[in-house]
């Protein structure tokens, strides 16, 4: 009997062909742990140079490569065909935009497999054909991982009926040493930020705040965890800046609890986010949170209790909010352990993978329990 209550075990193919690790994959990763260990059979289709790729080989998971350059890259299509028609399973779950575009060229419409998408950009999707034959015909499914990005699909077209909302969650255990260490920094208050260095993150608007509080007389540190694209052109505006000795570029840190440990206050000014996974984390390490008011992370940070939502791109905004909490570390202590509470309550990986699990039965009985619909006429 799973945690769900059913008896039956499930035959699923997740698929993501990201190379890059994200937030995006670590949830893959947790989805996959927790269904292995209720006894699903789970393969899983990954790139082979992948971080997924090779930490699910840890799991009770059969891992098979898969490269998919592009949305048109249709040379994994034959053989995945295949897979899916020898296989038999109940459920094919796609976790990418580049997995979902796969599903135009797979059958559909026998009462297996169940195909389900997960959508966790909240960037808005076109109202087109297009658009309508990938979530209406191509799945039966969508698992939206914020209230906003559901909304932003029905805008587009998607049939209500078909979205289900299952928030990302994490696992708040290796977080509770840092939940524990808040009062380490008697003197220089630290603030920290975690996420890919790219335009969408809005590092930018934190450094500018950076700026005046410095020029207000504050003594802040400021600490980024990630890598990307902006990296270079992020450090020459620090120094440009003035704040060459106030902020650190740490690169990827694999670390995430023991990066939050050392920081005070976490900040992530994004202008655009599905749901925040790494404010969810700095909620496990029981930080409080300054957050751009975009997105999903109106939905996990609770503003003035758990900690501050700023208008996106609003520099005064994120200053005053960095100065109100860098002058008082009860209420630090206060909004951090609200977090913690919140998080342990909504939004753990357990949490997120059991809805998941949860979903997949729903859909299966759905199809026993209704009668036969006519067949898609895409065939393999």
């Known amino acids: 009997m799973t945690a769900s209550g059913h008896s039956r075990r499930l035959r699923i193919l997740h698929i993501d062909p990201e190379r890059k690790w994200g937030g995006g994959e670590a949830q893959v990763l947790g989805l996959l742990s927790y269904l292995a260990e209720r006894d699903h059979r789970n393969d899983l289709l990954a790139h082979p140079h992948g971080r997924l790729f090779q930490q699910s080989r840890a799991l009770n998971v059969r891992t098979i490569p898969l490269v998919a350059r592009n949305d048109l890259d249709l040379r994994p299509v034959p053989s995945l065909r295949r897979l899916i028609r020898q296989e038999d399973y109940d459920i094919v779950h796609l976790h990418t935009k580049r997995a979902h575009a796969l599903s135009l060229w797979l059958s559909h419409g026998s009462p297996r497999p169940k195909y389900v998408v997960t959508r966790r950009m909240d960037y808005p999707e076109s109202n087109t054909w297009y658009t309508r034959c990938l979530y209406n015909r191509k799945v039966d499914g969508v698992v939206a991982i914020s209230r906003k990005i559901s909304d932003l699909l029905i805008e587009a077209g998607v049939e209500r009926e078909r979205i289900r909302l299952v928030h990302s969650g994490i696992d708040p255990g290796p977080f509770e040493a840092a939940a524990n260490a808040r009062d380490v920094h008697s003197d220089r208050m630290v603030v920290g ?35 990307g694209s902006l990296r270079k052109s992020l450090e020459e505006k620090t120094i440009q800046l003035g704040l060459k000795e106030d902020v650190q570029f740490l690169g990827f840190v ?55 939502l700023v208008e996106p791109r609003h520099v005064e905004g994120f200053a005053t909010a960095i100065s109100k909490l860098a002058g008082d570390r009860i209420l630090i202590r206060n909004m951090g352990q609200k977090g913690r509470e919140r998080l342990e309550k909504q939004f753990t990986m357990e949490q997120m993978a059991r809805k998941n699990e949860d979903y997949y039965y729903d859909l299966l009985e759905k199809t026993e329990t209704s009668p036969m619909t006519e067949p898609s006429s895409t065939s393999a």
């Open 193 to 227: 930020m975690a996420a890919v260095l790219e335009e969408r993150k809005g590092h930018r608007f934190l450094l500018e705040a950076a700026r005046r509080l410095k020029a207000q007389g504050c003594q802040i540190s400021y600490r980024f965890a990630g890598e």
């Open 254 to 308: 694999s670390d995430m609890p023991g990066f939050l440990t050392n920081v005070d206050i976490v900040v992530l000014p994004s202008l655009f986010e599905g749901l925040g996974v790494s404010v969810l984390e700095a909620m496990a390490a029981g930080k409080a949170v300054i957050a751009s008011r975009v997105g999903g992370l109106p939905e996990i940070v609770i503003d003035a209790a758990t900690g501050f």
